[in-house]
């Protein structure tokens, strides 16, 4: 049970490094945009392969892949415009609202995808008695870039550099605690609930990647972006099928 709670941090662990790493090292826009592009080929990865073709396996195709993958995205959309309306005292072209919508749609991505990877980390430690190394290597590595670029995000809007990384922290912690409750709480849950959550997760992820990653890195990043993100996502594939 414990071994749950260690792996949940550790897959959470890097929003700490990242975040530490974008208030220490002065990232340029260009950079920024080549290390979401690259979190974003690892995020593709890990939805395809570590999320979606696992609740499928697990569905046996009762219809739970596609409820999981319309309520994540609609979960995401719904809080995102929510977001962008409570922060709506900034014009959106101006450098610190526009910095400060995307951080905030950032987290939210990172924590929206993060509850439910969580959840499956815990599942890996009860189904096979270990973590999957390939879920745990794909849930650090995309951990990273994303925290970067919301810190940076934030960073540059103004947000305080000590509560920044404070709220990684409990983040994190936040997440150990989930893959607990995965270990705990999916040990009684039907094929299909488990399912669910696995596609919601990447529902989550796939809007987040649409609306905020992917534009940005390209904006950022330039043409470049494309062979980032194939790089990362060829990365991830890599690790995912060598477990």
Do not use: C
Not at 79 to 99: C, K, N, T, V
Not at 196 to 224: C, D, Q, R, S, W
């Amino acid at each position: 049970m414990g071994e749950a709670f260690v792996w949940g941090l550790v897959g959470g662990s890097s929003l700490v490094i990242g975040g530490v790493v974008a208030l220490r090292v002065a990232i340029t826009r260009r950079v920024l945009g080549l290390i979401m592009a690259f979190g974003a080929g690892v995020l593709i990865s890990a939805v395809a392969y570590e999320l979606v073709h696992e609740a499928f396996e697990t569905s046996a195709g009762d219809g739970g892949i596609a409820l999981g993958l319309l309520a994540g995205s609609a979960v995401f959309f719904g809080a995102e415009i929510l977001i962008d309306r409570l922060g709506g005292g900034e014009p959106p072209d101006s450098g610190g609202g526009h910095a400060a919508q995307a951080g905030r749609a950032l987290v939210l991505g990172i924590i929206l995808d993060g509850i439910p990877e969580s959840l499956v980390l815990g599942l890996t430690v009860l189904e096979a008695g270990t973590v999957s190394v390939a879920f745990l290597a794909a849930v650090f590595l995309a951990n990273l870039p994303e925290a970067i670029a919301a810190t940076t995000a934030l960073s540059r809007a103004g947000r305080n550099s000590t509560r920044i990384i404070r709220f990684w922290v409990l983040v994190a912690l936040g997440f150990g605690v989930t893959s607990l409750a995965g270990y705990v709480v999916l040990d009684s849950a039907s094929q299909r609930t488990v399912a669910i959550v696995l596609a919601f997760a990447g529902g989550a992820v796939l809007t987040m990647l649409a609306n905020t990653m992917m534009p940005e890195a390209l904006h950022y990043g330039g043409k470049l972006a494309g062979f980032m993100t194939t790089l990362g996502f060829a990365l991830a594939f890599a690790i995912s099928s060598v477990q």
